[in-house]
C-alpha cells in the first residue's frame, strides 16, 4: 500500500453547495488554479447534470487546469454519467464519480429499492462509466449508517466491475471517529480485491468530527481523502483541507504524507473565503484570524521564549510571516517589552514596571492595545498623531442604471483631499478613491459586515483586514449606514499605516 494520501478537493462540488456561497464559471477557474498551485491531487470539479451553468464550469475547467484529476459527479443514472463524460472531453485527467445510498434510511425511504437492486444500479453504473473513462469512483451514499456486510458486498462487486475508487462517506457526520475507522478496517479486511482500488474518505462535520474520522479511515487504510477548503459544505461542512494536511504533516510519525504545497493554505483559503463571502471564523483551526494569535500573558512569555511552547505549527508552514502577540489587559511584561523592542523603545526594568501599570489601566478600558496608545503612554508624540486621516464627506452614485461612483473627501494631516472613482458597487468604488487619496498600495485581506441590532434601522459592525508592504492593518465602524459604515473601517484601517 502506497503511503501518500491522494487529495481530493471538492470545494467546487461539495462546497458550493452553501446556500449563497455559488460561483460563476470566471471565479470557479480562479479556485481552480489556486488548487493546482497549493497540490492537490484531484479536483472535483462539479456535478455536470445539475445544470448548464455547472456542465460549462467543468468543461472549462477541464480547459484549464493541467495536473490534477478533474472529477464530474453523477447519480447511478446513464444519462448523469453521458452528461459528466462530455463535460470531462478537455479534461487531460479525468474521472466519473458515480454511486448510490446504501443505508437502509436511503434503500428504504429514498430510493424505495431492495438491497439487491441497489447492488444491480451500482455495478451497472460503474460498467457504463468505463465506457466513458477509465478512472471510476464509486461513492455509498450514507455508508456511514450502512450495514459493514452488506458495504462490503457492495465495495466488492464495484471493483469487480471496475471502479478504481471506492468511496465511504459518512454523508450525515454521524459516525464516531472509532466507530469510522473500523468500518475502513473492516472493507480492508473483508473485501476480496480492495488491493485493486483506493479507498476514500468523505466525512461531515454534523457532529464535529469530520476531521478526526477522516484521520482514523487514513490510519485505517484509506489512501484518499475528499475535503474541502475551510471546512465549507452543506449544513456543518465538509472535512477541512487544512486540517487533515496540517494533521499529518504536524504528526511525524504518521508513516503517510501529502504533496500539498502548505504554504500555499492561507492565501488559498482567504480567496475562497472572498469569492464564496463565506467568511473564516475567527479561532477556525490553521486559517482563522486568532490560530496564531496570543493575548495570555503566559502563552505569550511562553511564546516568545521558545515558539514550540504553545504552537505546534510554524505559522511560515501554512503562509503566515509570524504568530500575532495581541495587546490586551491579560498580556504580561514580556508581550509588553517585546512590542516596544519592536517599536524601538528599550526600557530598564524600573521603567517597564511603571508602564505596565499604566498599560494595564488602559487595558482594562480598551479591548486591545495598539501601537499609538503605547506611544501615548510613553509620553511620545507619535509622528502618526499629526497624520490623523478622517472621513469628511462621502457621495455614492449607484443603481440599475448608472456605473457605481463614489467621492470621498478625506482630513489628511488638516489638509483636505477629494478624489472620485468607480468601482463594482458603491463600496469598491468609495475604497478606491480613498486609495487615490492615500497613494499606498493596499490590499483588502477581509471585509465583515455584522448585524448588532434587528429590524430595518439595523445597526452594522464592520470589520476591515488590510494589507500593505506585508503587514496587517485593522479597522472598525458601526452604523446603521452600512455603505457609510464600510467606508469608515477602511480608513479607520488605513489611517494606521499613513
Given at each position: 500500500?502506497?503511503?501518500?494520501?491522494?487529495?481530493?478537493?471538492?470545494?467546487?462540488r461539495?462546497?458550493?453547495?452553501?446556500?449563497?456561497?455559488?460561483?460563476?464559471?470566471?471565479?470557479?477557474?480562479?479556485?481552480?488554479?489556486?488548487?493546482?498551485?497549493?497540490?492537490?491531487?484531484v479536483?472535483?470539479?462539479?456535478?455536470?447534470?445539475?445544470?448548464?451553468?455547472?456542465?460549462?464550469?467543468?468543461?472549462?475547467?477541464?480547459?484549464?487546469?493541467?495536473?490534477?484529476?478533474?472529477?464530474?459527479?453523477?447519480?447511478?443514472?446513464?444519462?448523469d454519467?453521458?452528461?459528466?463524460?462530455?463535460?470531462?472531453?478537455?479534461?487531460?485527467?479525468?474521472?466519473?464519480?458515480?454511486?448510490?445510498?446504501?443505508?437502509?434510511?436511503?434503500?428504504?425511504?429514498?430510493?424505495?429499492?431492495?438491497?439487491?437492486?441497489?447492488?444491480?444500479?451500482?455495478?451497472?453504473?460503474?460498467?457504463?462509466?468505463?465506457?466513458?473513462?477509465?478512472?471510476?469512483?464509486?461513492?455509498?451514499?450514507?455508508?456511514?449508517?450502512?450495514?459493514?456486510?452488506?458495504?462490503?458486498?457492495?465495495?466488492?462487486?464495484?471493483?469487480?466491475?471496475?471502479?478504481?475508487?471506492?468511496?465511504?462517506?459518512?454523508?450525515?457526520?454521524?459516525?464516531?471517529p472509532?466507530?469510522?475507522?473500523?468500518?475502513?478496517k473492516?472493507?480492508?479486511?473483508?473485501?476480496?480485491?480492495?488491493?485493486?482500488?483506493?479507498?476514500?474518505?468523505?466525512?461531515?462535520?454534523?457532529?464535529?468530527?469530520?476531521?478526526?474520522?477522516?484521520?482514523?479511515?487514513?490510519l485505517?487504510?484509506?489512501?484518499?481523502?475528499?475535503?474541502?477548503?475551510?471546512?465549507?459544505?452543506?449544513?456543518?461542512?465538509?472535512?477541512?483541507?487544512?486540517?487533515?494536511v496540517?494533521a499529518?504533516?504536524?504528526?511525524?510519525?504518521?508513516?503517510?504524507?501529502?504533496?500539498?504545497?502548505?504554504?500555499?493554505?492561507?492565501s488559498?483559503?482567504?480567496?475562497?473565503?472572498?469569492?464564496?463571502?463565506?467568511?473564516?471564523?475567527?479561532?477556525?483551526?490553521?486559517?482563522?484570524?486568532?490560530?496564531?494569535?496570543?493575548?495570555?500573558?503566559?502563552?505569550?512569555?511562553?511564546?516568545?521564549?521558545?515558539?514550540?511552547?504553545?504552537?505546534?505549527?510554524?505559522?511560515?508552514?501554512?503562509?503566515?510571516?509570524?504568530?500575532?502577540?495581541?495587546?490586551?489587559?491579560?498580556?504580561?511584561?514580556?508581550?509588553?517589552?517585546?512590542?516596544?523592542?519592536?517599536?524601538?523603545?528599550?526600557?530598564?526594568?524600573?521603567?517597564?514596571?511603571?508602564?505596565?501599570?499604566?498599560?494595564?489601566?488602559l487595558?482594562?478600558?480598551k479591548?486591545?492595545?495598539?501601537d499609538?496608545?503605547?506611544?501615548?503612554?510613553?509620553?511620545?508624540v507619535?509622528?502618526?498623531?499629526?497624520?490623523?486621516?478622517?472621513?469628511?464627506?462621502?457621495?455614492?452614485?449607484?443603481?440599475?442604471?448608472?456605473?457605481?461612483?463614489?467621492?470621498?473627501?478625506?482630513?489628511?494631516?488638516?489638509e483636505?483631499?477629494?478624489?472620485?472613482?468607480?468601482?463594482?458597487?458603491?463600496?469598491?468604488?468609495?475604497?478606491t478613491?480613498?486609495?487615490?487619496?492615500?497613494?499606498?498600495?493596499?490590499?483588502?485581506?477581509?471585509?465583515?459586515?455584522?448585524?448588532?441590532?434587528?429590524g430595518?434601522?439595523?445597526?452594522?459592525?464592520?470589520?476591515?483586514?488590510?494589507?500593505?508592504?506585508?503587514?496587517?492593518?485593522?479597522?472598525?465602524?458601526?452604523?446603521?449606514?452600512?455603505?457609510?459604515?464600510?467606508?469608515?473601517?477602511?480608513?479607520?484601517?488605513?489611517?494606521?499605516?499613513?
Amino acid at each position: 500500500m502506497s503511503n501518500k494520501v491522494i487529495v481530493f478537493d471538492t470545494t467546487l462540488r461539495d462546497g458550493e453547495q452553501v446556500p449563497g456561497c455559488q460561483l460563476n464559471t470566471v471565479e470557479k477557474i480562479e479556485v481552480a488554479k489556486a488548487l493546482e498551485a497549493l497540490g492537490v491531487d484531484v479536483i472535483e470539479a462539479g456535478f455536470p447534470v445539475s445544470s448548464p451553468g455547472d456542465f460549462q464550469s467543468v468543461m472549462e475547467i477541464s480547459k484549464s487546469i493541467r495536473e490534477p484529476v478533474i472529477c464530474g459527479l453523477t447519480r447511478a443514472v446513464e444519462n448523469d454519467i453521458e452528461v459528466a463524460a462530455k463535460a470531462l472531453e478537455f479534461a487531460r485527467r479525468k474521472r466519473i464519480h458515480t454511486g448510490i445510498g446504501t443505508s437502509p434510511y436511503h434503500m428504504q425511504f429514498k430510493l424505495k429499492a431492495s438491497p439487491e437492486e441497489i447492488l444491480e444500479r451500482a455495478v451497472a453504473a460503474v460498467k457504463y462509466a468505463k465506457k466513458f473513462v477509465e478512472d471510476v469512483e464509486f461513492y455509498a451514499e450514507d455508508a456511514g449508517r450502512s450495514d459493514n456486510e452488506f458495504l462490503a458486498k457492495v465495495m466488492e462487486a464495484v471493483i469487480k466491475a471496475g471502479a478504481t475508487v471506492v468511496n465511504i462517506p459518512d454523508t450525515t457526520g454521524y459516525c464516531l471517529p472509532n466507530e469510522y475507522g473500523t468500518k475502513i478496517k473492516y472493507l480492508m479486511e473483508h473485501v476480496s480485491g480492495i488491493h485493486k482500488a483506493t479507498i476514500s474518505t468523505h466525512c461531515h462535520n454534523d457532529l464535529g468530527m469530520a476531521t478526526a474520522n477522516t484521520i482514523e479511515g487514513v490510519l485505517n487504510g484509506a489512501r484518499q481523502v475528499e475535503v474541502t477548503l475551510n471546512g465549507i459544505g452543506e449544513r456543518a461542512g465538509n472535512t477541512s483541507l487544512e486540517e487533515v494536511v496540517m494533521a499529518i504533516k504536524s504528526h511525524k510519525d504518521l508513516p503517510v504524507y501529502t504533496d500539498i504545497n502548505t504554504r500555499q493554505i492561507y492565501s488559498t483559503s482567504r480567496l475562497v473565503s472572498s469569492l464564496m463571502r463565506m467568511p473564516v471564523q475567527p479561532n477556525k483551526a490553521i486559517v482563522g484570524r486568532n490560530a496564531f494569535a496570543h493575548s495570555s500573558g503566559i502563552h505569550q512569555d511562553g511564546v516568545l521564549k521558545h515558539r514550540e511552547n504553545y504552537e505546534i505549527i510554524d505559522p511560515k508552514e501554512v503562509g503566515l510571516k509570524q504568530s500575532s502577540i495581541e495587546l490586551t489587559a491579560r498580556s504580561g511584561r514580556a508581550a509588553l517589552k517585546h512590542r516596544l523592542q519592536v517599536l524601538g523603545h528599550k526600557l530598564s526594568k524600573v521603567e517597564l514596571d511603571r508602564l505596565y501599570e499604566r498599560f494595564l489601566q488602559l487595558a482594562d478600558k480598551k479591548k486591545d492595545v495598539k501601537d499609538d496608545d503605547l506611544e501615548a503612554l510613553l509620553g511620545i508624540v507619535s509622528r502618526k498623531n499629526g497624520k490623523k486621516l478622517k472621513l469628511e464627506l462621502l457621495q455614492v452614485v449607484c443603481g440599475k442604471s448608472s456605473v457605481p461612483t463614489a467621492t470621498v473627501q478625506l482630513k489628511l494631516n488638516d489638509e483636505l483631499l477629494t478624489a472620485t472613482a468607480t468601482g463594482n458597487g458603491p463600496i469598491d468604488a468609495a475604497f478606491t478613491a480613498v486609495k487615490q487619496v492615500v497613494k499606498r498600495k493596499i490590499h483588502l485581506e477581509e471585509f465583515l459586515i455584522q448585524a448588532i441590532t434587528r429590524g430595518s434601522d439595523d445597526l452594522g459592525k464592520v470589520h476591515v483586514q488590510i494589507q500593505h508592504r506585508g503587514v496587517s492593518y485593522f479597522g472598525f465602524s458601526a452604523s446603521t449606514d452600512i455603505i457609510t459604515g464600510s467606508v469608515e473601517a477602511f480608513v479607520d484601517a488605513v489611517s494606521k499605516i499613513v
